[in-house]
């Protein structure tokens, strides 16, 4: 079963542009939903993170929206550089269970100058 | 001191053979986690670890699969009798603690089982 359903799997945007990715969660005991970035042959990179008690998170030019109705949350890539073109994966999980971490099955980004 | 660190980087085994991974948090962090990452399965979760215990074992594939912890720090992956199913990147994450904080990700061991 799987807990996490990201979309879309790849996307383009130009330089300037605003990448958006979405996931959506089945398990509403999950409290914690972080934002990871890996690049080729590296290992995930904590990218941003949200608890279900706000609706929105900005770090610089990223973003997550949370709606927690919806089961629900997003990010927002504002001004996207090629820089940034690498596989961003969602994630989810519950404090009271140490925390492991539940993945979407990640989106590839494409930033063309 | 420095993040987490994984061993070998990169390992070539034969179909049966035993294999062993280690991976290094960061200082000084008690929970300790280890995924998988496959082309087909994605990002998974295998164990976790606070302190030396493990907790959690549910994303544990099978039996040829364990893992330890040692003085809260150095933790082993044993894959027994690899099968090529098995042929994935290993991650290691750490977390201050097993509730509150981020993990952070070490860069893997990409495993070959031919």
């Known amino acids: 079963q799987q807990q996490v359903k990201q979309s879309p799997q790849s996307l383009i945007v130009q330089k300037g542009g605003i990448s958006i990715i979405n996931c959506a969660y089945e398990?509403?005991?999950?409290?914690?939903f972080p934002w990871y970035q890996q690049f080729p042959g590296k290992g995930p990179a904590l990218l941003i993170a949200?608890?279900?008690?706000?609706s929105e998170k900005k770090e610089g030019r990223f973003t997550i929206s949370f709606n927690k109705s919806a089961k629900q949350f997003s990010l927002h890539i504002m001004d996207s550089q090629p820089g940034d073109s690498a596989t961003y994966f969602c994630?989810?999980?519950?404090?009271?269970?140490?925390?492991?971490?539940?993945f979407g099955g990640g989106t590839r980004v494409l930033v063309k100058p | 001191g420095a993040g987490v660190s994984q061993s070998p980087s990169n390992k070539v085994t034969e179909k049966g053979k035993d294999v062993e991974l280690r991976c290094d948090p960061i200082?000084?962090?008690?929970?300790l986690y280890w995924y998988r990452q496959s082309l087909g399965q994605g990002l998974e979760f295998l164990i976790y670890?606070?302190?030396?215990?493990?907790?959690?074992k549910s994303g544990l594939p099978s039996d040829r699969f364990s893992a330890e912890r040692t003085g809260g720090s150095v933790s082993t992956l044993t894959i027994q009798r690899t099968q090529q199913e098995d042929s994935a990147v290993y991650l290691c994450?750490?977390?201050?603690?097993?509730?509150?904080?981020?993990?952070?990700f070490g860069p893997g061991t990409r495993l070959t089982v031919t």
């Open positions: 994450a750490s977390s201050l603690d097993g509730y509150l904080y981020e993990q952070y």
């Open positions: 398990n509403t005991a999950f409290d914690y």
């Open positions: 949200i608890r279900p008690d706000v």
């Open positions: 994630a989810a999980s519950m404090q009271a269970a140490g925390n492991k971490l539940t």
């Open positions: 200082s000084g962090h008690t929970a």
């Open positions: 670890f606070q302190g030396n215990s493990a907790p959690d």
